[in-house]
Every structure is written in structure tokens, then in C-alpha cells.
């Protein structure tokens, strides 16, 4: 359990990283309401956050402090 980290600011540079290449999976999520539970593990204190740049954008991901699995909810800071 890692409890009271930071949030995790991560930025990648390169253009043609794809989807699973750095042994971690991505899980679509579709956002409605709240993001805050893990649907995988969960766990309910919210999640870490990381960017990850995509050609043009840059996607918000979000990391699981508990089983350390990563979700797209379809955002991306332009
Ligand atoms: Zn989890």
C-alpha cells in the first residue's frame, strides 16, 4: 500500500509510444459522475494522476494507489 504519496506528475516525450508498451495496461473507463473507486481492486481514496503525451495532446490518466493499474476516462489537457 502506498498511502500519502503525492500525486505522481509524470511527462513522456515520445511520440510513438503506444497503448501497453511499458508492460502497463491501460483501462478505458467511461466517466459519469465520480472517479474515485477502483473498479478493479476497489480501492476508494481516489487516485494518483499522470499525463501522458499522444501526438497532439497530452491524455490525464489515473493511477490506482492500490493495485497500481492505470485508467483513461477520456480526458486530455489541450
Ligand atoms: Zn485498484
Redesign the pocket.
Given at each position: 500500500m502506498e498511502r500519502g504519496h503525492p500525486v505522481l506528475l509524470f511527462l513522456t516525450n515520445d511520440k510513438t509510444m503506444q497503448r501497453n508498451s511499458m508492460d502497463k495496461d491501460i483501462h478505458l473507463i467511461r466517466f459519469d459522475d465520480e472517479f474515485k473507486i477502483?473498479p478493479?481492486?476497489g480501492?476508494k481514496d481516489g487516485f494518483h494522476s499522470m499525463l501522458e503525451r499522444d501526438g497532439e495532446k497530452v491524455k490525464w490518466l489515473f493511477i490506482?494507489p492500490?493495485?497500481h493499474?492505470v485508467f483513461d476516462i477520456g480526458r486530455t489537457l489541450e
Open positions: 477502483c478493479l481492486c480501492y490506482c492500490s493495485c493499474q
